[in-house]
């Protein structure tokens, strides 16, 4: 299969999972839909034709709230926010914020002021953290305020994640945005290293801790930075952090 026909296979898997998102929205009764396929990006999530697929398969509760043409959207909302937050569904209702565990990140974040402005009740959120560290999330939501959200979640939450990831990941990958770096596997001693420099540790301390040389530790750092295709220790250490090599800040060295 040629480049051009994999690229056409995409689109297609693009084509089929936006409407699979829509579709679940008529069906949970939640059929406003928004997207994002980086909520660090300015740049819409397109359709084959170039369009914003916000301006053609989804829409919108207030047809004036242009979303994704508002470069400080992402910054204001509050269902972007807790998405940076929620590896996992969440759903909004009653006024505040909720997922099937108590979540304290989801009880700290104020919703209903910004939710009621938007003529949202209630509304289901999938987010989807893709590999290299960008976020997606598509948002499905009613104006109705007596729609059973909790309910609801319950029962089309899994299914509506699902479709989130495929339809997200396809997007990357049509569009290019896929991680394209070389496939690393770090060794144990790389990956110790990467460790405790994410703690803010020096080379030489490192040493110290590891029962090595300065130069080993130096030695080990280079060899990671080259197999992740990264420049200078923090580039490496984040690369290192985005695959999973190095755990986030409640992690232990």
Known sequence: MTASDNHQVLWALVDREARTVEALGREAGLPFIAVSADIGSTEPMLGRDGRPLAETLFQWIDPDLAYWRDRGFALRAPFVLAARYMAEPFFYGDGRFATW??????????????????????AIIAPVHLPGGAIAAVVWATPDAGAPVAERFAAFAPRMHHAAIRLTGAYQEVRGAAVASPIARLTRREIQCLKWAAAGKTDALIAELMSVSAPTVRFHMKNAAQKLGAYGRSQTVRAATMLGYVSGPTGRA
């Open 101 to 122: 565990r108590p979540s304290a990140p989801l009880d700290a974040i104020e919703v209903a002021a910004s939710a009621a402005e938007h003529g949202v009740a209630s």
